[in-house]
């Protein structure tokens, strides 16, 4: 069983066009994260939120919007794509209340702007 | 601020020798200290995690890793690597507790295996 989720896997797009990434944890964690791992595997958050609210804001352009629609879920949305958005996202997750709790990775999104 | 340095982006060693993977740490507060691995095409593992107990924290693959607050390191080591090793590792920072945690990351060490 998959614990953390997300689609696409690949994502192939033009600059300026706008798109969605799927994240989904069947862990029961309360906590859920976007990263950002650059052309050089620099890992750096972008969001996290907790229970649906948003806790963390790393100063990320307002083209990108987190969703959390229910705490299994958190998809990130972004408008106006730009080649600098390349790189691949990651989404995690963990449970609140946990000292120095393992964040769980997904597999990964890939995206390519053109 | 919490930071992490990774020295040396990439390491080689023979299969069979040990492996060092540097890290140093910089934080306000006592830290909590993470190594994830990363292979090819996946996302991140935990390999251990410090959280002020047992200053040599013992992982998974027969990784450990020891906490040295005057050094203000948390070095990885496996006594005999494996051609499995090859992978991307990250050590990661970590200032708050119970959840909603910020990790701060190195910039990765990559681990070739010579066989």
């Known amino acids: 069983d998959t614990a953390v989720s997300q689609t696409p896997k690949y994502l192939v797009t033009q600059m300026g066009n706008d798109k969605s990434i799927k994240c989904e944890q069947n862990?029961?964690?309360?906590?859920m994260y976007w990263y950002k791992q650059d052309s050089k595997k620099f890992l750096k958050i972008m969001f996290s939120?907790?229970?649906?609210?948003?806790?963390i804001n790393e100063t990320v352009p307002n083209r990108f919007s987190p969703k959390s629609p229910d705490k299994a879920h958190l998809n990130l949305h972004i408008n106006s794509l730009e080649l600098g958005d390349s790189a691949v996202y990651f989404c995690?997750?963990?449970?609140?209340?946990?000292?120095?709790?393992?964040?769980?990775f997904g597999p990964g999104t890939r995206l390519t702007v053109l | 601020a919490q930071s992490v340095t990774q020295l040396g982006s990439h390491v080689s060693v023979s299969e069979g020798a040990l492996v060092l993977l540097r890290c140093n740490y910089s934080?306000?507060?006592?830290?909590?200290l993470f190594w994830y691995v990363q292979y090819p095409n996946q996302g991140l593992q935990l390999l251990l995690k410090?959280?002020?107990?047992?200053?040599l924290v013992k992982g998974i693959n027969g990784f450990e890793a020891e906490f040295k607050k005057s050094e203000t390191s948390f070095h990885l080591t496996k006594p005999s690597a494996h051609m499995s090793d090859a992978a991307e590792y990250f050590c990661?920072?970590?200032?708050?507790?119970?959840?909603?945690?910020?990790?701060?990351f190195g910039t990765g060490t990559r681990l070739t295996i010579i066989p």
């Open positions: 995690a997750s963990s449970q609140e209340g946990t000292l120095a709790g393992e964040q769980f």
């Open positions: 862990l029961g964690h309360d906590t």
């Open positions: 939120y907790n229970n649906k609210e948003l806790i």
């Open positions: 934080s306000s507060v006592p830290p909590y």
């Open positions: 410090y959280t002020s107990a047992a200053t």
């Open positions: 990661a920072v970590s200032e708050s507790n119970f959840g909603n945690e910020k990790l701060t």
